[in-house]
């Protein structure tokens, strides 16, 4: 079995975000950052992680309530989505590999971003607001668009993922989710 970060470790080699190299066996399914050579930390995410790592689970309820996928590879809204949606807003600081050919990792979807762990919380909380707002704004309910505005405007996206990392402590070694 393969060691993480053990030089030439095995798995195919992808260019990161910030143009350095990795090998896939690197990153692990329960691995949230990775101290790149470069100097930065990038958060790693894989399909496998839930999106409750970054959200609520009555919010991702709502959220699969809501969203209608048209994938049979992924027939309910989940991290590949949150990922697709950082991915369109942000294309040049994801770093995405498909290695479900790889019976060696446990996943099939990795992402590694430019950002660090937090910095990417807080980027899909922002994103997930902003798709809420967009829904909300095709409501025929006036109210409803003028509450969520009011709601919004009291919403601290930073103090939030601050508050939300420490409830699920994100933030220990040894935790993953």
Same mark, same amino acid.
């Given at each position: 079995m393969t060691q993480p970060?053990?030089? &030439?470790?095995?798995?195919? /080699?992808? *260019?990161?975000?910030? &143009?350095? @190299? =990795?090998?896939?066996?690197?990153?692990? +399914?329960? +691995?949230? *950052?990775? /101290? $790149?050579? $470069?100097?930065? @930390?990038?958060a790693v995410v894989t399909d496998v992680n839930p999106p409750d790592r970054f959200l609520p689970e009555f919010l991702v309820s709502l959220l699969r309530? =809501?969203?209608? #996928? #048209? !994938?049979? *590879? +992924?027939? /309910?809204? &989940? @991290? %590949?989505?949150? +990922? &697709?949606?950082?991915? *369109?807003?942000? %294309?040049? !600081?994801?770093? @995405?590999?498909?290695? !479900?050919?790889d019976q060696d990792v446990g996943y099939t979807m990795l992402w590694v971003t430019e950002f660090d762990s937090r910095r990417l919380h807080e980027i899909i909380v922002e994103l997930v607001v902003e798709l809420m707002e967009h829904a909300v704004s095709h409501s025929d309910d006036n109210s409803a668009m003028t509450e969520f505005e009011e709601q919004m405007l009291e919403f601290d996206v930073g103090e939030f993922v601050d508050e939300y990392r420490a409830q699920r402590d994100l933030d220990a070694d040894d935790v993953y989710v």
């Open positions: 970060r053990v030089p &030439g470790g095995g798995g195919e /080699e992808f *260019e990161l975000p910030c &143009g350095e @190299t =990795a090998r896939v066996h690197e990153f692990d +399914m329960g +691995m949230r *950052e990775f /101290e $790149c050579d $470069c100097g930065a @930390t990038h309530d =809501a969203i209608e #996928t #048209t !994938s049979d *590879e +992924m027939p /309910e809204f &989940g @991290t %590949p989505h949150l +990922m &697709g949606i950082v991915l *369109e807003e942000f %294309p040049e !600081s994801v770093a @995405t590999r498909d290695v !479900s050919e």
